[in-house]
């Protein structure tokens, strides 16, 4: 890979890396350290240099025979090993995940996209999240809202959480996602949200981008993310971080529609010297959903670090 290729990936930066189609793929199965975690597998650079060094000297039937792999792919593994090893050296990666996924899927897929009915040309995440909003008999409207409001919050709040767009739309989902449990039962329904999202299968995400959906729509209500949370402990520090951001804001949408009226028709954020306010824009009486929001915003202000409060502006 160029240097300068190089330079402009790493000054892009990136969370983490992936690495797709069949040489990666065996690479990483032959591997002895590619602990396999819901369905992805980790190869390291020390792991992928021993495998350097242990295909090197032998033929292409021999690697075939030693490592019970497909005779052409014996052919190539190598040269394909050396190219990984390289790239990983030039981007300074110590491990990247395996996936089986490669670039015909994403052709075939961006093929159908675009066949498809005008109404179901929304991406693939989309069309999978609002399928399971069916399938668990969310309240629409109400769940609409909630991400509408979250949405205009995540935009007007840039500069504290310093999030991009991968998020924001993370946030929309966990939104329109909130409430699913319910369909198992009101009691601990946050939890429930959390085990349907993370089983249902949407398609079109990373298993971390779900893990990061389950665990904000689990955070919306009740207990903060806390270390001894199995499933919070098992993300990143990156990723944890994301949730509580993600879910300090949805806490506060999901407040600003506590009545399931529609009450607060939009909200404004003002930023300014530590402070965050909050100005609602009310369709009538919403002391309802003022009240919980003023209830839910602690945990906004402890993750942000600022003082918050709220202000109503005469109804519409």
């Not at 089986?100 to 009915?117: Q, T």
């Not at 840039?158 to 739309?169: A, K, S």
């Not at 903060?224 to 949805?250: M, T, Y």
């Amino acid at each position: 890979m160029p240097t300068g290729t190089n330079t402009r990936i790493s000054s892009i930066g990136f969370d983490f890396t992936i690495g797709t189609s069949g040489t990666i793929v065996t690479l990483s199965t032959l591997a002895a350290d590619s602990a396999v975690t819901s369905g992805l597998r980790w190869l390291s650079r020390p792991r992928l240099r021993e495998l350097i060094r242990e295909l090197a000297p032998l033929s292409a039937q021999e690697r075939a025979k030693k490592f019970s792999i497909d005779e052409k792919r014996a052919e190539t593994i190598l040269g394909g090993a050396i190219v990984l090893d390289e790239i990983m050296r030039g981007l300074k990666l110590d491990q990247l995940r395996a996936c089986d996924a490669a670039l015909r899927d994403g052709i075939v897929d961006s093929v159908l996209s675009a066949v498809r009915e005008p109404k179901e040309r929304g991406s693939v995440r989309r069309s999978s999240v609002m399928s399971l909003v069916e399938r668990s008999d969310v309240e629409h409207t109400h769940a609409t809202h909630v991400a509408r409001l979250a949405l205009r919050i995540f935009d007007q709040t840039q500069e504290l959480h310093r999030l991009r767009t991968g998020e924001r739309e993370l946030l929309e989902y966990a939104a329109l996602l909130h409430e699913v449990g319910m369909h198992v039962a009101y009691q601990g329904h946050h939890k429930h949200s959390y085990y349907l999202i993370s089983h249902a299968g949407l398609r079109g995400f990373t298993t971390d981008q779900v893990a990061i959906m389950a665990n904000v729509a689990r955070y919306y209500r009740k207990a903060a993310p806390r270390g001894e949370h199995d499933n919070f402990a098992q993300l990143s520090e990156s990723q944890q971080d994301v949730v509580r951001k993600l879910s300090a804001i949805l806490r506060i949408a999901d407040a600003l529609d506590r009545g399931r009226r529609r009450a607060v028709r939009d909200v404004g954020v003002e930023t300014l010297d530590g402070k965050v306010r909050f100005r609602l824009r009310p369709r009538g009486d919403a002391g309802v959903e003022l009240e919980s929001a003023v209830k839910r915003a602690k945990y906004f202000g402890k993750v942000y670090d600022v003082d918050v409060d709220f202000e109503e502006s005469s109804a519409a």
